[in-house]
């Protein structure tokens, strides 16, 4: 091989060998979803079409991944939620294929992340973000009292949901439907809907922070989805 070859050759391997040992790193740092979200973010998914040779574009994700295909009967609400992911990965509501609460928003923040629903109309009353490591819980139990009969109540865990709950606001959650808030620890991820005076079915998943479990020092962050029934009057 000429020289002036061999040059060039070494010089693109000098470049892409440390690009890829930092992807590596990258990958090891984070869990899957992260990464998944991060190409969700970057690329447009092409489905390739090999019988006709066409490229045909897969319905863009303008909903930051909230397009769920979940079919509900009628006088359903369909929903999807996911905690946050360590401290780094915002949590996410999403209703009807559509985001109501996430970073692509701007309205979360490490703690609990509420988004309250009129439960008959299926439209967003109210979001909210509270830290329950640096800040007090009276915002949060001011908040909660300010619920209305009649309404949906969805709530996502980011980083560190329990410190500064005290019993009176584990009590309004409880009221809400929630059996896992009375249980909430340092770093748990939790996802809860449920709802004020209204006999409906709760959605609940609680996964504690527990080091022979954990992924990279963390819990792994849950998912939730499913259908909830309009109220009706
Ligand atoms: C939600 O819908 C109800 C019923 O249509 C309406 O009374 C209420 O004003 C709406 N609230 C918001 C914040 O859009």
New binding site residues.
């Given amino acids: 091989m000429p020289r002036q070859k061999i040059r060039s050759l070494l010089k693109i391997l000098m470049v892409l060998v440390p690009a890829v040992v930092v992807y590596k790193l990258i990958l090891q740092q984070y869990n899957y979803t992260f990464i998944s979200e991060m190409r969700r973010a970057l690329y447009v998914d092409v489905d390739v079409d090999k019988s006709s040779q066409t490229t045909k574009k897969l319905p863009k994700d303008k909903d930051g991944g909230c397009y769920m295909d979940t079919h509900c009967p009628d006088y359903h609400f369909s929903f999807y939620m996911r905690s946050g992911a360590e401290n780094v990965m915002g949590p996410k509501i999403c209703i009807q294929n559509k985001m109501v609460l996430g970073m692509m928003l701007d309205n979360v923040g490490h703690g609990l992340n509420i988004v309250i629903m ?1 439960g ?7 979001t909210g973000h509270f830290n329950m490591y640096n800040n007090e819980v009276e915002p949060l139990i001011k908040f909660l009292k300010s619920i209305e009969d009649g309404s949906v109540v969805l709530i996502a865990s980011w980083d560190e949901p329990s410190s500064n709950l005290n019993d009176e606001a584990k009590m309004l959650i409880a009221d809400l439907g929630s059996f896992a808030v009375s249980s909430l620890g340092y770093r748990d991820n939790w996802l809860f809907v449920g709802g004020k005076r209204a006999t409906m079915r709760n959605f609940e998943k609680h996964l504690k922070n527990d080091n022979n479990l954990n992924k990279n020092g963390w819990p792994q962050e849950v998912e939730l989805k499913g259908c909830i029934p309009k109220y009706m009057d």
């Fill in positions: 009129n008959k109309a299926g439209n967003i009353t109210e």
